[in-house]
């Protein structure tokens, strides 16, 4: 099971109140603007590109994954690229905390990876967030929505449209909302 849910700012007074620092929140802008002016406008052959501007921003990459120009990830340092992983078309990594992906999985166009929420039991509903986990060689089929903490184990595959709301284990077909494990991939 992945890791559970941390306030991101244990003394963030309200659910209107930044978890983020100043300097945080401009680290933020510059990124939004280095990826607007630099890659989103670059062609597919332009990965490596697209790689460089997110090591300068943090992203641990291993190996040479891609990532589609028009993929959206909100904190690139907490975004893991394992050797020939995807980031579809339009993809939104949320990583507000961790996201992780594993060696030669594929994340479809426009899936919503989200590792952040709200702490619902505290009044002042602070941020929460808890890492995703994408296995290796793992299929995230197109338009599905992962959920804070969830971890899709190795060779399994997610079918479109799915919102995955817990863990779903290795070498399954899963889909539906909310997802449930259909049959072994054998």
């Not at 641990?60 to 904190?75: E, S």
Request: aromatic share 10%.
């Amino acid at each position: 099971m992945a890791d559970p849910l941390q306030t991101v700012r244990p003394s963030q007074e309200s659910q209107f109140a930044s978890p983020w620092s100043v300097s945080d929140r401009l680290l933020f802008v510059l990124w939004e603007f280095c990826w607007f002016a630099f890659c989103i406008w670059t062609p597919k052959p332009l990965n490596p590109w697209r790689l460089f501007w997110l090591r300068v921003f943090g992203t641990k990459i291993d190996g040479t994954p891609f990532v589609h120009q028009r993929a959206r990830i909100a904190i690139p340092a907490n975004l893991i690229l394992h050797d020939r992983a995807c980031l579809g078309d339009r993809t939104n990594a949320y990583s507000l905390g961790q996201i992780e992906i594993g060696a030669r999985a594929t994340v479809a166009q426009e899936v919503y990876l989200s590792t952040g929420t709200h702490d619902f039991a505290d009044p002042a509903m602070p941020l929460a967030t808890a890492k995703i986990v994408i296995g290796d060689d793992a299929f995230i089929g197109a338009r599905a929505f992962v959920l804070p903490g969830v971890t899709v184990g190795d060779r399994s595959v997610v079918g479109a449209c799915s919102v995955v709301t817990k863990d779903v284990p290795a070498d399954v077909f899963a889909a539906g909302n909310p997802c449930r494990v259909l049959r072994p991939r054998v």
